[in-house]
């Protein structure tokens, strides 16, 4: 039954399943009061999780039946945006979906897709995956813009003032905030590429080539220095063949 300090065991793959069953055992032993009264919460957040993830890949699913124009904003946090719908692992997002996995939304729905340091959170296998996922849900013709830290900038940075105190700035780019990967235009540029995505650039804060991209940046604002070390990357699904990239000849 719940008690303090146990962890749950997953008996199926389906994990709310199992905390589902769980759930009930401990009902029809102890009734609802006792159970909830005793439940730790650190059983009830994935419960609610789960219940949440699985309510917003149902509402995913339908995503681009509805709403006449469909603006992603990835790893939304805090930062929700108007009229996007925001996603992100956690509440206060409109979808609560694990962006390391497959995206429950439909091929080429969506005009736009945002994100303001999110792939640094994950890990770059995952982040590849992701922006192939981005490539597929996007209509032909519509952007990707991704705004991350960039490892270039931060590594001119640090080489250019070898003293006390800035292999901080550089450690804390690197890791702080539970960063996993860092990249520079190269790298993410290549990613885009790879995901079928043309006319990859390297953009400016705040302007964008597709008007529904354009001020967006919340989070580099405070100063020059901040917006310089920061990478934003934008590119776009092909609107036909033969707008798409040429084919590998390898
Ligand atoms: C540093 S915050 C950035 C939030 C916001 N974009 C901003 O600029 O303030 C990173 C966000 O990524 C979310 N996140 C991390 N891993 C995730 C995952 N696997 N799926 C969805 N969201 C995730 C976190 O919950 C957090 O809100």
């Not at 039946?65 to 997002?93: C, K, M, Q």
């Not at 003032?161 to 990249?183: C, K, P, Q, S, W």
């Not at 235009?185 to 597709?210: D, M, Y």
Request: with cysteine.
């Amino acid at each position: 039954m719940w008690a303090r300090g146990h962890s749950v065991p997953f008996h199926c793959g389906d994990p709310l399943m199992n905390i589902l069953a769980r759930f009930r055992r401990s009902v029809a032993h102890r009734g609802l009061g006792k159970t909830l009264l005793h439940m730790p919460r650190a059983a009830l957040r994935p419960l609610v999780l789960a219940v949440r993830t699985r309510q917003s890949a149902s509402r995913a699913r339908r995503l681009g039946h509805t709403e006449e124009r469909l603006l992603l904003h990835l790893g939304s946090g805090t930062e929700r945006l108007t009229g996007w719908i925001n996603v992100d692992l956690y509440f206060p997002a409109e979808l609560c979906l694990d962006l390391t996995r497959p995206l429950p939304i439909p091929d080429a729905c969506a005009d736009a897709i945002y994100s303001q340091h999110f792939i640094e959170h994950i890990e770059k296998e995952a982040a590849v995956r992701l922006i192939g996922e981005c490539a597929r849900v996007l209509k032909p013709g519509g952007w990707l813009r991704i705004t991350t830290p960039d490892l270039e900038a931060h590594a001119r940075e640090y080489l250019d003032e070898v003293e006390a105190g800035t292999a901080d700035a550089f450690n804390a780019a690197m890791r702080a905030h539970d960063h996993i990967y860092l990249y520079d235009f190269p790298t993410l540029a290549g990613i885009f590429a790879e995901a079928g995505l043309v006319e990859v650039v390297k953009a400016q804060p705040q302007v964008s080539r597709c008007s529904l991209l354009n001020d967006l940046e919340s989070r580099l604002v405070s100063s020059e220095r901040q917006a310089a070390l920061n990478l934003i990357v934008e590119g776009r699904r092909p609107v036909a063949i033969s707008d798409a990239p040429p084919a590998d000849p390898s």
